[in-house]
């Protein structure tokens, strides 16, 4: 078990490198941002909270982000259509259901602080905001629509079946080239999210996660336009 973080780690430095406890320390109101220079356990000293048990659930968040970077590097290309799909569903669909929300709070949040000095900042805001919108609704599209009808061929093997699903998918890899233009455009008016002098923790933890959002589509689209929707394709 790799350890990131001691009890002497800054907190402005916990919330940058362990994926999603910034949750945490909202949740027991611990300030990451501008009080965040300073060692985690001082943090949790004022808080009154156990330092074992926070200590421990942070370590949690890290090992689960390991964990889950590790099933990512799984050869695919021959798992059944079910266990794809059902991958894709509770691996990248639940990340961007969690992600999507807590980084529009983020996004908006230097936007608003640091807009009039940063005005790039706003065209962010307006990109980000159209990807969320244009995932979410493609994520209902995928599980309601386009995921049942490659499950009912890999259930049937029924040409008909495969016809049906088929003629779901060309507006599905539309949607993932607009995803990926949106994507493009904001490494393109961040400089390739490039920080600012002197930016803030809040600052850097939401061009990072902006990072990986990216990432994480980046592997989310590759299943889906380079190895489910080709097999199902190819098929005879």
């Known amino acids: 078990m790799e350890t990131v973080f001691t009890r002497d780690t800054k907190v402005r430095d916990i919330v940058i490198r362990v994926p999603r406890s910034d949750e945490l320390f909202k949740t027991h109101k611990i300030d990451f941002c501008c009080g965040g220079n300073r060692p985690i356990h001082e943090a949790i000293e004022e808080k009154g909270l156990d330092e074992a048990s926070i200590l421990t659930s942070l ?4 090992d689960q982000a390991v964990d ?3 099933l990512d590097e799984e050869d695919w290309t021959s798992a059944p ?4 799909i059902d991958h894709v569903i509770h691996r990248h669909h639940r990340y961007l259901v969690e992600e999507l929300p807590d980084l529009s709070f983020y996004v908006t ?3 608003r602080v640091h807009g009039d000095s940063h005005p790039e900042l706003a065209e962010l805001h307006r990109l980000y905001h159209s990807l ?3 995932l979410e609704h493609h994520m209902v599209k995928e599980e309601q629509f386009v995921f049942p009808a490659i499950r009912q061929y890999d259930e049937s093997n029924m040409e008909t079946d495969r016809s049906a699903a088929l003629s779901k998918i060309d507006e599905l890899e539309a949607e993932h080239e607009e995803a990926g233009n949106l994507l ?3 490494r393109q008016v961040t400089s390739d999210f490039t920080l600012p002098e002197g930016a803030c923790t809040t600052y850097k ?3 990072q996660r902006l990072e990986q959002l990216e990432s994480d589509m980046f592997q989310h689209v590759h299943l889906e336009n380079n190895i489910m929707f080709p097999r199902l394709a190819g098929e005879a």
Do not use: G, P, V
Not at 59 to 62: A, E, F, K, N, V
Not at 81 to 84: A, K, M, Q
């Open 59 to 62: 370590q949690s968040l890290y």
């Open 68 to 70: 889950m970077k590790a």
């Open 81 to 84: 259509y079910s266990i794809l």
């Open 109 to 111: 949040k230097i936007f």
């Open 132 to 134: 969320k919108t244009e």
């Open 184 to 186: 493009k455009q904001m």
């Open 205 to 207: 933890m939401t061009f």
